[in-house]
């Protein structure tokens, strides 16, 4: 804990309030980062290795989660449950979850994990038809912060915030800190990825009219971060081992074997870090733009809600080095429990 704070302040001392200014820098705080995980807990299993990150980012004082909601609905009705095991695992069962109930039925998909997560482990959530409304408790868990305090890691559809940003616009602008979103591809797609392709509409709305910053990651920086395979010395209990051994790759392969692509976690690191300039090269001053057919580009325009602040990453250090680090912490033990003291030498 001590080297914590120490690293702590030496970033508060040394990095230069210019910088600081950009879109995307880490505040000048140690306090740990309040998020919400907006996550298609689903068909790919880079939203376990996400939230297996958060987890253990959490254990170190990092962060706090808040909440975890669920959008692009699985044709299983498990994807809370798989949160849930996940959650339990880590010793936070108590974390509130919400599922979209009206999300897109595009691309809608039966995952290859989350019932084996829900029958294989513990947990105490109910099918995603029953669970708590996602705008529900996205609402709930802002209103009991601070202002400017949260930040939403969105890994998945943007049917949950752009439905948050039309129902509750002044809860957005005044509590929602930082919008970091895994979406799209940059300087500009050739087709639509997936994120956006899932709920064009929704996508559209947010990058045009979401009133404050948002860091977008595209395709390309998590493709480059291949992790998972470190999953093998964890231990059978492990629900995102379960979720890497059934999640299948090109090759007659699982994504346990030789690991797989970490768009998500990429973005889960980066929501609670920031932009640590020896990792992420972070391009400012314009706007992301998604059109009619799902395609994003990157604008030297300024974004079309003044409020807003767009910026997109790119990564600085090596990818090799960068995904040891992802890993590191996706295959990190939980602490025993939620009321344990973390220890950190």
């Given at each position: 804990?001590?080297?914590?704070l120490f690293?702590?302040?030496?970033?508060?001392?040394?990095v230069?309030?210019?910088?600081m200014?950009?879109v995307?820098q880490?505040?000048?705080?140690?306090?740990?980062?309040?998020?919400?995980?907006?996550?298609?807990?689903s068909?790919d299993?880079?939203?376990?290795?996400?939230?297996a990150?958060?987890?253990?980012?959490?254990?170190?004082?990092?962060?706090?989660?808040?909440?975890?909601?669920?959008?692009?609905?699985?044709?299983?009705?498990?994807?809370?449950?798989?949160?849930?095991?996940?959650?339990?695992y880590?010793?936070?069962?108590?974390?509130?979850?919400?599922?979209?109930?009206?999300?897109?039925?595009?691309?809608?998909?039966?995952?290859?994990?989350?019932?084996?997560?829900?029958?294989?482990f513990d947990?105490?959530?109910?099918?995603d038809?029953?669970?708590?409304?996602?705008?529900?408790v996205?609402?709930?868990?802002?209103?009991k912060?601070a202002?400017?305090?949260?930040?939403?890691?969105?890994?998945?559809?943007?049917?949950?915030?752009?439905?948050?940003?039309?129902?509750?616009?002044?809860l957005v602008?005044?509590?929602v800190?930082?919008?970091v979103?895994?979406?799209?591809h940059?300087?500009?797609?050739?087709?639509?990825?997936?994120?956006?392709?899932?709920?064009?509409?929704?996508?559209?709305s947010?990058?045009?009219?979401?009133?404050?910053?948002?860091?977008?990651h595209?395709?390309?920086v998590?493709?480059?971060?291949?992790?998972?395979?470190?999953?093998?010395?964890?231990?059978?209990?492990?629900?995102?081992?379960?979720?890497?051994e059934?999640?299948?790759m090109p090759g007659?392969k699982?994504?346990?074997?030789?690991?797989?692509?970490?768009?998500?976690?990429?973005a889960?690191?980066?929501?609670?870090?920031?932009?640590?300039?020896k990792i992420?090269?972070?391009?400012?001053?314009?706007?992301?733009?998604?059109?009619?057919?799902?395609?994003?580009?990157?604008?030297?325009?300024?974004?079309?809600?003044?409020s807003?602040?767009?910026?997109?990453?790119?990564?600085?250090?090596?990818?090799?080095?960068l995904?040891?680090?992802?890993?590191?912490?996706?295959?990190?033990?939980p602490?025993?429990?939620?009321?344990?003291?973390?220890?950190?030498?």
């Open positions: 804990m001590l080297r914590y690293v702590c302040l030496l970033t508060i001392t040394y230069p309030s210019t910088v200014a950009q995307g880490p505040p000048a705080s140690c306090e740990p980062v309040k998020l919400i995980l907006d996550t298609d807990m068909g299993c880079d939203d376990a290795g996400a939230l990150l958060l987890h253990a980012l959490a254990d170190r004082g990092e962060c706090e989660i808040l909440a975890v909601v669920t959008n692009r609905r699985d044709l299983t009705d498990a994807s809370a449950a798989a949160v849930d095991a996940i959650n339990t880590y010793g936070r069962g108590d974390i509130p979850i919400g599922t979209d109930k009206t999300g897109p039925t595009a691309l809608q998909r039966a995952s290859p994990y989350t019932i084996a997560l829900r029958d294989e947990h105490d959530a109910p099918a038809s029953e669970a708590l409304d996602a705008i529900e996205l609402r709930n868990a802002l209103k912060e202002d400017q305090s949260v930040t939403i890691c969105s890994v998945g559809a943007f049917s949950n915030l752009a439905e948050l940003m039309r129902t509750e616009p002044e602008r005044t509590k800190h930082r919008l979103v895994m979406g799209g940059f300087p500009k797609s050739n087709r639509p990825e997936t994120n956006i392709a899932t709920h064009i509409e929704a996508a559209r947010v990058a045009d009219h979401w009133p404050g910053e948002i860091v977008w595209g395709f390309e998590g493709k480059q971060l291949v992790t998972g395979a470190g999953l093998k010395a964890t231990s059978n209990d492990n629900p995102v081992r379960r979720a890497y059934l999640r299948p007659n699982m994504s346990i074997d030789n690991g797989k692509p970490s768009y998500d976690q990429a889960a690191l980066f929501a609670v870090r920031g932009a640590q300039p992420w090269q972070v391009q400012n001053d314009g706007r992301v733009d998604v059109d009619e057919a799902g395609i994003t580009s990157w604008s030297q325009d300024p974004p079309r809600t003044k807003a602040k767009h910026a997109y990453v790119k990564i600085a250090s090596p990818p090799k080095q995904a040891r680090e992802i890993e590191d912490l996706m295959v990190a033990p602490r025993k429990s939620a009321g344990d003291a973390v220890s950190v030498e």
